[in-house]
């Protein structure tokens, strides 16, 4: 299964976006959508499930919430937008115990992210917003097969001019 991971798009979409989730069978969007045709755009490639963002703050369409829990080829994933420090001082014990997450997602601080720590798989896809929101641009795809380690690609997207 081929996952699509995009965060704080603050309302844009970067055209290399569209193609290099052409493929994917699901997208995850960790937070600050902007707006829900960011969501539509997105739902034209692949199932979208996504959670709200701190700058979220008008209401959607649809109902979103601010953590999402799923399980895609055997790996529980666990998806909000603030890193887990934020909500916790010790992220892997206890979310991994929580929510007996294997991978966390999370968006917020622009930053890419493909760490493991213990057992739990940290990512953040970075900012896929325009140049006015991010100086580096990026997504990243995860690649889950049964009975073997996650694949992470982050990939940074070419800067536009703001």
């Known amino acids: 299964m081929r996952i699509g ?9 970067h055209p290399e976006v569209l193609v290099l989730f052409t493929n994917v069978d699901l997208i995850l ?6 707006n829900e045709d960011v969501l539509i755009s997105l ?32 790996k529980n994933i666990l998806m909000m937008h603030k890193p887990p420090r934020i909500y916790d001082k010790n992220p892997t014990y ?5 929510f007996s997450a294997d991978i966390i ?7 890419p ?12 896809p970075g900012s896929a917003g325009s140049s006015r ?8 795809l995860l690649e889950l097969r049964q009975g073997t ?3 992470v690609e982050i990939i940074h997207l070419a800067s536009l001019p703001g």
């Open 149 to 151: 380690e996650p694949k």
């Open 29 to 34: 969007h960790a937070g600050d959508i902007g």
């Open 113 to 124: 992210r493909n760490e493991k720590r213990g057992d739990v798989l940290l990512l953040n």
């Open 94 to 98: 206890s979310l991994r115990k929580k």
């Open 105 to 111: 997602i999370h968006g917020h601080t622009h930053i």
């Open 43 to 74: 739902e034209r490639f692949a199932p979208v499930q996504a959670v709200l963002g701190n700058m979220d703050a008008h209401t959607f369409k649809r109902q979103l919430t601010e953590i999402c829990f799923l399980t895609a080829e055997e």
């Open 133 to 140: 929101v991010t100086s580096n641009p990026s997504v990243a």
């Open 5 to 13: 991971l995009i965060s704080d798009t603050h309302s844009f979409i």
